[in-house]
């Protein structure tokens, strides 16, 4: 059990968002993606032990998607940054 | 030596002092024909149909901590083989029956108990979904039949099937070949019949780097030592993508946390294995009188074997409608397990594109009734580089071909 620093909401419980998991996968043209680069956006994931980017949704509060990156062993939260941006340096 | 009614009258005038250990516990070794990674159940039965199926007993089996302590010995030990596709379904099977003969096999009781599996239904759409699946069971050759409410009453008669409850049992379907075993007698019987075929099973031995070259494995650095190896089987459950990663290799699974817990003790009040998928509740019972109950997986990326609360919360309000009778027992404990989750809810059990390297993952939620038939197919394609007909399905490729093996319905919420 976490809590979750909405940026508009403040901090509140995890149950109350939804991951959308894996954050800044680059969807490629699939004109000319090989199903091989198709499969690794589909369904590869990096799923790393440790720092981990990723998109959460605040489901039962203000219904923004939010950024945040956390620490998968120890849950704690390196970075929340807005949809738009892309991952912060310093966060690894 | 033997474990026989022989040995055990021998035994006792002795005070059962003289019974030898049941592994031993060997340094590592330069080099070996084959090194597992994970000595969990699969990893283990992998390295005994190694050698009992193959004759290769220069395996080392490393364990990053002791053996049979990852999910092995943190499930709720349901073992079925009720799942809808035929590739599942025959993998499954497969496993079912080994399990059935495996006590013996062993010369190990790992206590298997085919006490019936139910799962039940809680509105239309669960009905024509257990029917469904009802049907593509027998068409297979596998027993799945459809219960009433009263005839699970009659089962199991804890259950509460008052239609005035907020999800009313409105039917179920059950397996009735279907039941659980001892998780710990499982790693157990295994790691002691491995280590008589010659097999080391190391223990608080970590790989920590897989070496490739040209394409091909070499070896792994461990935190024992580096260790030569042409051929590597990984089989280490919510550390897939870890292990992955050293071989240089990104797989499509993400790592959970998956809880159960357990009451304390009470006399018999249930010898079946009931489960929900609607309400995310299940529920048996264990020899020691403690009620087995297993919840869901919390909803984000985890390698921390704590859960949330209130996924245990969630599972108890479904259980304590369901179940009247234990809302007043205590929780003795709660634990977790990192589970690997595959976006198809099935196992990946394949060649990778490095020589040389096998993967065995993906179980998810739901692995700890295939271990006998995961290890014995793992063993066919270390053995012969190339996968067996039941796992052939279950490639690293299908998820580039499409050929996706969905089991949400059979594997998701029931394990
Ligand atoms: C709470 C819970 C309930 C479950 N209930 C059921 C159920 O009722 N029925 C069912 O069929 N399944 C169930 N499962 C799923 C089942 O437990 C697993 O699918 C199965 O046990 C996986 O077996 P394994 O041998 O692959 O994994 P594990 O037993 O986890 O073994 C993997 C081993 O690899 C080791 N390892 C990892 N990385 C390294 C490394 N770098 N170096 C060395 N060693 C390493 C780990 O320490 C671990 O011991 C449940 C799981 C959980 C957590
Ligand atoms: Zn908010």
Redesign the pocket.
């Known amino acids: 059990m976490m809590l979750i620093p909405c940026p508009w909401c403040g901090d509140r419980l995890d149950a109350e968002f939804t991951c959308g998991g894996e954050a800044h996968i680059v969807r490629p043209d699939p004109a000319t993606a090989s199903d091989a680069e198709w499969a690794d956006y589909l369904f590869m994931r990096k799923n790393p032990k440790g720092v981990h980017h990723e998109r959460w949704f605040h489901a039962h509060g203000c219904r923004r998607w939010f950024h945040i990156t956390r620490d998968t062993v120890n849950h704690r939260i390196l970075a929340v940054y807005a949809i738009t941006d892309s991952a912060p340096e310093a966060a690894g | 030596m033997k474990y026989s009614l022989w040995n055990l009258l021998r035994q006792a005038p002795r005070g059962h002092r003289d019974w030898p250990q049941a592994w031993r516990n060997p340094e590592p070794k330069e080099s070996y024909d084959v090194i597992i990674?994970?000595?969990?159940?699969?990893?283990l039965a992998t390295a005994y149909y190694l050698a009992k199926e193959h004759g290769i007993t220069r395996t080392a089996v490393?364990?990053?901590?002791w053996l049979?302590?990852?999910?092995?010995?943190?499930?709720?030990?349901?073992?079925r083989s009720n799942y809808l596709w035929d590739e599942s379904a025959h993998l499954y099977e497969h496993s079912l029956r080994l399990f059935e003969t495996l006590s013996q096999d062993l010369n190990f009781n790992v206590m298997f108990s085919p006490r019936g599996v139910i799962n039940l239904a809680h509105n239309e759409h669960d009905l024509k979904e257990l029917r469904r699946r009802g049907h593509a069971c027998r068409l297979n050759g596998i027993d799945y039949e459809m219960v009433t409410p009263r005839e699970i009453k009659e089962i199991a008669p804890i259950i509460n099937i008052s239609r005035s409850i907020r999800y009313p049992v409105l039917g179920g379907a059950m397996q009735r070949r279907a039941g659980n075993a001892r998780h710990d007698a499982v790693a157990w019987g295994l790691a002691r019949r491995a280590d008589e075929f010659g097999v080391d099973i190391i223990q608080n031995?970590?790989?920590?780097g897989i070496d490739v070259r040209d394409g091909r494995v070499t070896g792994v650095q461990t935190t024992r030592g580096a260790i030569r190896a042409n051929r590597i089987g990984a089989?280490?459950?919510?550390?897939a993508s870890?292990?992955a990663s050293m071989a240089g290799l990104r797989l499509p699974v993400e790592s959970h946390t998956?809880?159960?817990m357990v009451t304390e003790p009470v006399k018999p009040v249930i010898d079946t294995v009931i489960m929900s998928n609607t309400v995310h509740v299940y529920i048996s019972q264990s020899d020691k009188g403690e009620l087995v109950l297993?919840a869901g997986i919390d909803g984000y990326n985890s390698y921390s074997q704590k859960g949330g609360i209130n996924v245990i919360e969630h599972q108890l309000e479904g259980l304590c409608e369901l179940y009247p009778i234990v809302s007043r027992l205590k929780i003795m404990r709660a634990w977790?397990?990192i589970?690997d989750i595959a976006p198809d809810a099935s196992p990946i059990i394949s060649k990778t594109p490095v020589e040389g390297f096998y993967i065995n993952c993906g179980?998810?939620?739901?692995?700890?009734?295939?271990?006998p038939g995961s290890g014995w197919v793992f063993a066919h394609t270390i053995a012969q580089d190339r996968p067996h007909r039941l796992n052939e399905a279950f490639s690293l490729g299908r998820f580039e071909s499409g050929l996706l093996i969905d089991e949400h319905g059979a594997a998701a919420v029931a394990?």
């Open positions: 990674i994970g000595a969990g159940g699969h990893g490393l364990e990053k901590g049979g302590g990852g999910n092995t010995g943190r499930n709720t030990t349901i073992v031995c970590e790989v920590t089989v280490p459950a919510g550390h870890v292990v998956l809880q159960a297993g977790g397990g589970v179980w998810g939620t739901g692995g700890f009734k295939a271990t394990h």
